[in-house]
């Protein structure tokens, strides 16, 4: 059987006996997929990232790359990964090209390949008409631009980035996860974030992290299926107490649960085992006759996120069950 | 075929270090702390130059350069260039940039200590052997002295080994404490008070005051005293005087009554400083300078970064 992408067993991390990062912490990232390691500020996403990379070394349990053990002086292991950190920092004063050649050269790569390879990723991020400038100049967009060029330069079979798409402007952000797209037709990605809606574009797999610990695991579709309820939010316009009165309205139609959202939203909640389509059929029946005009129907975005939030909840109430 | 096979697979092996090397050499050059430094002592070395021109003879005039590099104040900017790699947010940075490729934590240390030993000693260089060859070579109004090649050289190399020997440490105290500051501050209150706690265990001959000493008798020293002869009778008695001194310095650590000093005479009763030994001197700071390094990537090893 061929060896996951990334194993981690019991893997724990306590700084200076007061502060648990990582919780004895088990992981299989399965080979060509894109996963998402999702949880809220410090959960430990980034420790455990940094541990992988070997520049942190486990209180207990351990960590393999490719079937590698990691530690501070793997470096088998760190040929194998191409690491974007969150915002990352460059010497200002150096080139995009020098910078990269630099890279290159760290990985042992000789000249017939570097030149070439710098050339491309260059043309790739599109940073190609950036060359002349120094690092110090380039904006944030530009930055991970060449952050994401930097992590590709040795052509790594797994890529792990750290908040690809923080502090982007959308146009960047776009860019990032269609490239994420793109790389993950061929390579491992893992993608550290807690931004959902990242998650739910690109990733096929996903990990949850909550106070150190992995909560969940499994693919995008095992996590959605955890939700209790299958969500629709209607975007309305119209009076206010039409607004209430759909609400009423819809709460007595079987198998929905309805109330105000933020704004002019109605959130209709479908109970299990109830046909959606059937029941959207029925409550926008009743948009109508409550004089309403409806502006947009939001389906399916919040699932990753309220099974996220579910998944926080529940952890959080198992109290000594965890 | 088979050798320049090997040749490329070293060149291969080396390319990290190398690119590290080139890399923290270009940005030493870049930065402003060495290039002050270097603009400083140019200037100091001239004005003393100048300012004893007619005064002292060629050793004591040599001896007035060197001696900044051995007490004060180029110490502080040696070991600040030293601090600086491993300790505080530099190391965070590099972490995320240099350590999380395939580049071991040895290789780093290693390529980053000996860009500082170069830039060090390269900025020394170029400043002391021009000065040295204006001040011997030149037709001066003073008494003639009988300044050596042997023992110019012997100096020159004598004070780039404690300033070697400072950059080991500065990297040492940096791994340990990570916070650049602190690292200097305890630095300077261990290097000044040196010559004290040198003493204490009879090895005041090391102190770099005792050192900027004896430089003027070293200078003066010729070649023939050092022959083949000389030197292996020299060096049986340097041996002998370095393992006392080593065994003094062990039994006040442990607390223990030192054993007593055998017949020969102090360091100091000598005014002219002519026991000075280089072999004793090489060994005082090579191998301190090498415990150094060795600790610095040991600590650097356990590090998280």
């Given at each position: 059987?061929?060896?996951?992408?990334?194993?981690?067993?019991?893997?724990?991390?306590?700084?200076?006996?007061?502060?648990?990062?990582?919780?004895?912490?088990?992981?299989?990232?399965?080979?060509?997929?894109?996963?998402?390691?999702?949880?809220?500020?410090?959960?430990?996403?980034?420790?455990?990232?940094?541990?992988?990379?070997?520049?942190?070394?486990?209180?207990?349990?351990?960590?393999?790359?490719?079937?590698?053990?990691?530690?501070?002086?793997?470096?088998?292991?760190?040929?194998?990964?191409?690491?974007?950190?969150?915002?990352?920092?460059?010497?200002?004063?150096?080139?995009?090209?020098?910078?990269?050649?630099?890279?290159?050269?760290?990985?042992?790569?000789?000249?017939?390949?570097?030149?070439?390879?710098?050339?491309?990723?260059?043309?790739?991020?599109?940073?190609?008409?950036?060359?002349?400038?120094?690092?110090?100049?380039?904006?944030?967009?530009?930055?991970?631009?060449?952050?994401?060029?930097?992590?590709?330069?040795?052509?790594?079979?797994?890529?792990?980035?750290?908040?690809?798409?923080?502090?982007?402007?959308?146009?960047?952000?776009?860019?990032?996860?269609?490239?994420?797209?793109?790389?993950?037709?061929?390579?491992?990605?893992?993608?550290?974030?807690?931004?959902?809606?990242?998650?739910?574009?690109?990733?096929?797999?996903?990990?949850?992290?909550?106070?150190?610990?992995?909560?969940?695991?499994?693919?995008?579709?095992?996590?959605?299926?955890?939700?209790?309820?299958?969500?629709?939010?209607?975007?309305?316009?119209?009076?206010?107490?039409?607004?209430?009165?759909?609400?009423?309205?819809?709460?007595?139609?079987?198998?929905?649960?309805?109330?105000?959202?933020?704004?002019?939203?109605?959130?209709?909640?479908?109970?299990?085992?109830?046909?959606?389509?059937?029941?959207?059929?029925?409550?926008?029946?009743?948009?109508?006759?409550?004089?309403?005009?409806?502006?947009?129907?939001?389906?399916?975005?919040?699932?990753?996120?309220?099974?996220?939030?579910?998944?926080?909840?529940?952890?959080?109430?198992?109290?000594?069950?965890? | 075929?088979?050798?320049?096979?090997?040749?490329?697979?070293?060149?291969?092996?080396?390319?990290?270090?190398?690119?590290?090397?080139?890399?923290?050499?270009?940005?030493?050059?870049?930065?402003?702390?060495?290039?002050?430094?270097?603009?400083?002592?140019?200037?100091?070395?001239?004005?003393?130059?100048?300012?004893?021109?007619?005064?002292?003879?060629?050793?004591?005039?040599?001896?007035?350069?060197?001696?900044?590099?051995?007490?004060?104040?180029?110490?502080?900017?040696?070991?600040?260039?030293?601090?600086?790699?491993?300790?505080?947010?530099?190391?965070?940075?590099?972490?995320?940039?240099?350590?999380?490729?395939?580049?071991?934590?040895?290789?780093?240390?290693?390529?980053?200590?000996?860009?500082?030993?170069?830039?060090?000693?390269?900025?020394?260089?170029?400043?002391?052997?021009?000065?040295?060859?204006?001040?011997t070579l030149a037709d001066r109004p003073v008494r003639e002295d009988s300044v050596s090649a042997y023992g110019v050289i012997s100096v020159l190399f004598v004070v780039g080994l404690v300033l070697t020997f400072l950059v080991s440490l500065g990297f040492l105290v940096g791994t340990l404490l990570r916070k650049p500051l602190l690292a200097v501050v305890v630095l300077i209150f261990v290097w000044y008070p040196i010559g004290l706690i040198l003493s204490m265990f009879s090895l005041e001959e090391f102190s770099p005051v005792s050192l900027s000493r004896?430089?003027?008798?070293?200078?003066?020293?010729?070649?023939?005293?050092?022959?083949?002869?000389?030197?292996?009778?020299?060096?049986?008695?340097?041996?002998?005087?370095?393992?006392?001194?080593?065994?003094?310095?062990?039994?006040?650590?442990?607390?223990?009554?030192?054993?007593?000093?055998?017949?020969?005479?102090?360091?100091?009763?000598?005014?002219?400083?002519?026991?000075?030994?280089?072999?004793?001197?090489?060994?005082?700071?090579?191998?301190?300078?090498?415990?150094?390094?060795?600790?610095?990537?040991?600590?650097?090893?356990?590090?998280?970064?």
């Amino acid at each position: 059987m061929m060896e996951p992408a990334i194993r981690a067993e019991r893997l724990t991390k306590i700084y200076g006996q007061r502060l648990i990062a990582v919780n004895d912490m088990n992981l299989e990232v399965p080979r060509g997929c894109v996963f998402g390691l999702l949880g809220p500020n410090g959960a430990g996403k980034t420790t455990t990232l940094r541990l992988l990379l070997g520049l942190q070394r486990p209180t207990a349990g351990r960590a393999e790359v490719f079937g590698k053990l990691c530690g501070p002086n793997a470096v088998g292991v760190r040929s194998q990964i191409g690491y974007l950190p969150t915002n990352p920092r460059f010497p200002g004063n150096l080139r995009p090209i020098e910078y990269l050649d630099l890279l290159g050269r760290l990985s042992r790569l000789g000249r017939e390949t570097r030149k070439p390879r710098i050339s491309a990723l260059l043309r790739a991020v599109g940073l190609l008409g950036a060359t002349e400038q120094r690092i110090r100049t380039f904006s944030t967009g530009m930055c991970t631009r060449l952050g994401i060029a930097a992590s590709l330069v040795a052509d790594p079979p797994l890529l792990i980035w750290d908040e690809p798409t923080a502090g982007l402007d959308p146009s960047a952000r776009r860019f990032t996860l269609d490239l994420i797209r793109e790389l993950g037709k061929t390579k491992t990605i893992v993608i550290a974030t807690h931004i959902l809606g990242d998650i739910d574009q690109i990733c096929d797999h996903l990990g949850v992290m909550h106070e150190g610990r992995m909560i969940f695991t499994g693919s995008m579709q095992d996590m959605k299926r955890r939700l209790r309820h299958d969500d629709f939010t209607l975007d309305l316009e119209g009076d206010n107490e039409n607004l209430l009165r759909l609400a009423r309205e819809a709460s007595k139609i079987e198998g929905i649960e309805a109330r105000i959202g933020p704004g002019e939203t109605l959130v209709v909640g479908v109970a299990e085992g109830r046909s959606r389509s059937d029941a959207l059929a029925e409550v926008l029946k009743a948009v109508d006759a409550c004089n309403l005009s409806l502006r947009a129907i939001h389906s399916g975005q919040n699932a990753t996120e309220n099974a996220y939030l579910q998944l926080l909840q529940e952890d959080e109430a198992h109290g000594f069950g965890r | 075929m088979d050798s320049v096979d090997k040749a490329s697979k070293l060149g291969t092996r080396l390319m990290p270090y190398a690119a590290i090397l080139r890399h923290d050499l270009a940005s030493l050059w870049a930065s402003r702390l060495v290039r002050l430094w270097l603009g400083g002592t140019a200037l100091l070395t001239f004005f003393l130059v100048a300012g004893n021109w007619t005064q002292f003879p060629d050793a004591p005039l040599i001896a007035s350069v060197l001696f900044p590099y051995l007490v004060f104040p180029w110490f502080f900017v040696v070991v600040v260039l030293g601090v600086s790699p491993v300790s505080g947010s530099t190391a965070e940075a590099l972490a995320d940039g240099i350590l999380s490729r395939p580049v071991s934590r040895w290789e780093y240390l290693l390529a980053t200590w000996s860009a500082r030993v170069t830039v060090v000693l390269a900025v020394y260089l170029v400043v002391v052997v021009p000065a040295i060859l204006v001040v011997t070579l030149a037709d001066r109004p003073v008494r003639e002295d009988s300044v050596s090649a042997y023992g110019v050289i012997s100096v020159l190399f004598v004070v780039g080994l404690v300033l070697t020997f400072l950059v080991s440490l500065g990297f040492l105290v940096g791994t340990l404490l990570r916070k650049p500051l602190l690292a200097v501050v305890v630095l300077i209150f261990v290097w000044y008070p040196i010559g004290l706690i040198l003493s204490m265990f009879s090895l005041e001959e090391f102190s770099p005051v005792s050192l900027s000493r004896a430089v003027t008798g070293q200078l003066r020293r010729p070649w023939r005293q050092s022959g083949e002869e000389a030197k292996a009778a020299a060096n049986m008695e340097d041996m002998q005087q370095f393992s006392e001194q080593l065994g003094s310095f062990f039994s006040r650590l442990s607390g223990a009554a030192p054993r007593p000093k055998a017949s020969r005479d102090g360091f100091f009763e000598t005014k002219e400083f002519e026991d000075f030994s280089l072999f004793r001197v090489t060994l005082g700071y090579g191998l301190p300078t090498l415990v150094a390094v060795i600790l610095a990537m040991l600590s650097f090893y356990w590090r998280d970064l």
